[in-house]
């Protein structure tokens, strides 16, 4: 064995994931302006839903939860009450940008912030739409940025064409037009996640959807419901492409949330020529899911760009560390959006992989890696931010020597047990 390869131990075992963030946030808000007890099992109980929970406690919304087992007593949109306190998001942008949607309708005065990371990202994609539907929002340049201080209330119902395939954008819009006065409709550039629309469904709400154009009545009522959270495919990535590059690897990871606006990590990785295969699919639920085996394999390069970048926008860190183990050119394109999200995703992903000693670099809209390099440890930052976290804990599998990932506790936004979890893998 050389010296390289010595230390680098496989990973092997079946594992369960958390619940998808994604579907956790819409239960929480959706259940809390429902009319009626609405039960979710397997709610995701990382920060950044634990923050949603408590801005609708502040909105006097009665939530038990234990565990990962959550009970709502939905009073209806009118049954909220005006916060007496600011309310708080963290680090989580699909609580304040939903939440805004939510807060629109409400005919009293809130105000909502979150942490720094949450302060520079932009709100305006969601403002500009909400204010055209006559929600009052002010907030700095003009309601570009938090803190945000909304009052809301009859609503008009619009048609928005939104400038960027945004499930945040969407969802906030469609949120608000479920109390407009009309009809809402949001017209999207390419199809990004849609749990609101599956979620508003399975909550006894009508949406219809037309290709790119998704549109919702007014004046809807809600009702409670139970719901089931897959684990999230954006949680399974990480071992994903884990076992596919620490040699001899094989992990079996269950339920995993397969949505099809979701899954565009799957095809990459196949077109990489990864080994998965997918097992006990259940297509007949909200949500559909399955079991995900994955086995170490030879990665080749690969071009990502265009409508599949909405279905793995939050699997970029880690499709550019697996990059760094395939054979030739990876040219990641069209993934802009990665410079709004916890952190500037393609300065840090670039910035973190070089210090491993990765070939990589920064391009306006995407990252161009080099393929094949062998890693090295060395002392890296998630900068706050959960998935860049992730993704050099698993690096760290492949890294020759010791790596040292400061600010780590960022993982627990998403992901609670997560280095637990990997370091139980290895055999
Ligand atoms: O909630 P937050 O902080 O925006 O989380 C991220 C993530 O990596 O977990 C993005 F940074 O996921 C977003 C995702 O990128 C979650 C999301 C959703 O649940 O609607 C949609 C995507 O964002 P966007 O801006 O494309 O709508």
Do not use: W
Not at 305 to 319: F, Q, T, V
Request: aromatic share 2%.
């Amino acid at each position: 064995m050389s010296e390289l390869t010595k230390h680098i131990v496989p990973l092997k075992g079946t594992m369960k994931i958390p619940g998808d963030k994604s579907i956790s946030h819409r239960a929480i808000m959706l259940g809390s302006i429902a009319h009626g007890k609405t039960k979710i099992n397997g709610l995701l109980t990382g920060e950044d839903c634990l923050n949603t929970i408590e801005c609708f406690k502040k909105l006097g919304v009665n939530i038990d939860r234990n565990g990962d087992y959550v009970e709502i007593e939905g009073k209806g949109l009118t049954g909220l009450i005006e916060p007496s306190e600011v309310l708080d998001v963290g680090n989580s942008g699909t609580t304040i940008r939903l939440m805004l949607g939510i807060l629109a309708s409400l005919p009293f005065h809130t105000v909502i912030i979150g942490d720094d990371s949450i302060a520079k990202r932009p709100m305006d994609r969601v403002t500009i739409p909400l204010k055209q539907m006559k929600a009052s929002i002010q907030g700095r340049e003009n309601g570009k940025f938090t803190p945000l201080a909304v009052h809301g209330g009859g609503l008009n119902g619009i048609k928005y064409q939104s400038p960027v395939a945004s499930a945040q954008v969407k969802s906030a819009i469609l949120l608000a037009g479920l109390f407009a006065n009309k009809e809402t409709t949001v017209i999207e550039p390419e199809s990004s996640r849609d749990h609101t629309e599956r979620m508003i469904q399975a909550f006894g709400g009508k949406v219809t959807v037309d290709g790119l154009k998704i549109s919702v009545p007014g004046e809807q009522k809600l009702t409670g419901a139970t719901i089931n959270v897959p684990g999230d495919i954006s949680s399974a990535a990480f071992f994903l492409v884990a076992g596919s590059i620490v040699p001899n690897s094989e992990i079996t990871i269950k339920n995993v949330g397969l949505n099809p606006t979701r899954t565009g990590i799957l095809d990459i990785l196949k077109a990489m020529g990864a080994d998965i295969t997918i097992q006990n699919l259940q297509n007949d639920v909200m949500e559909p899911y399955a079991d995900i085996t994955v086995r170490a394999s030879t990665l080749k390069g690969v071009e990502i760009a265009g409508d599949i970048i909405p279905r793995l926008i939050d699997e970029i860190p880690i499709l550019a560390l697996a990059a760094t183990q395939a054979e030739g050119d990876t040219v990641i394109k069209d993934a802009a959006e990665l410079k709004v999200k916890e952190t500037n995703r393609i300065d840090t992903v670039v910035h973190e992989l070089k210090q491993l000693g990765a070939n990589i670099e920064a391009t306006d809209d995407g990252m161009i890696i080099h393929g094949k390099s062998s890693l090295k440890g060395a002392v890296v930052n998630s900068h706050g931010d959960h998935r860049i976290g992730m993704m050099l804990a698993i690096a760290s599998c492949i890294a020759e020597g010791k790596t040292e990932i400061k600010n780590n506790q960022a993982i627990t936004i998403s992901y609670p047990g997560f280095l637990e979890q990997l370091e139980s893998l290895k055999q």
